[in-house]
């Protein structure tokens, strides 16, 4: 019985996603460094007109960003209750200044009723 345990634990273990870089979760998007290198000059666009910042993302670190706190260029805030959410981009730097940049939905994929509007 021993040996049948230690095998179901490894393959649970084993099947495990990956997480995703960059989610759409309830009332906020997540940006998350699954990388060994710092990020810094974080920027996530939301459906390329409303913008959040951060400084710095470190190795293994997650960027909370609540849906209400993203900004247009005149100070508009965006209202989950009036549009959905299309797309988000992500883009960031390395420490050797390489740019790096993350969507949702990932392309050819679709994206889900309960991502925005209500």
Do not use: H
């Not at 309830?26 to 920027?43: F, H, K, M, Q, Y």
């Not at 508009?76 to 969507?103: C, H, M, N, S, W």
């Amino acid at each position: 019985m021993l040996p049948l345990l230690g095998l179901v634990i490894l393959v649970t273990v084993s099947c495990r996603a990956r997480p995703a870089p960059l989610t759409v979760e309830a009332g906020r998007i997540v940006v998350s460094n699954l990388t060994p290198e710092p990020w810094t000059d974080i920027e996530v666009w939301l459906n390329g007109y409303y913008k959040a910042q951060a400084r710095e993302l470190r190795p293994g670190g997650r960027l909370d960003a609540p849906l209400l706190r993203f900004q247009n260029g005149f100070g508009r805030y965006f209202d989950p209750k009036r549009e959905p959410i299309r797309e988000v981009r992500a883009t960031a730097k390395t420490p050797t200044g390489q740019k790096l940049e993350v969507r949702w939905p990932l392309p050819g994929s679709r994206v889900s009723g309960a991502a925005g509007g209500t």
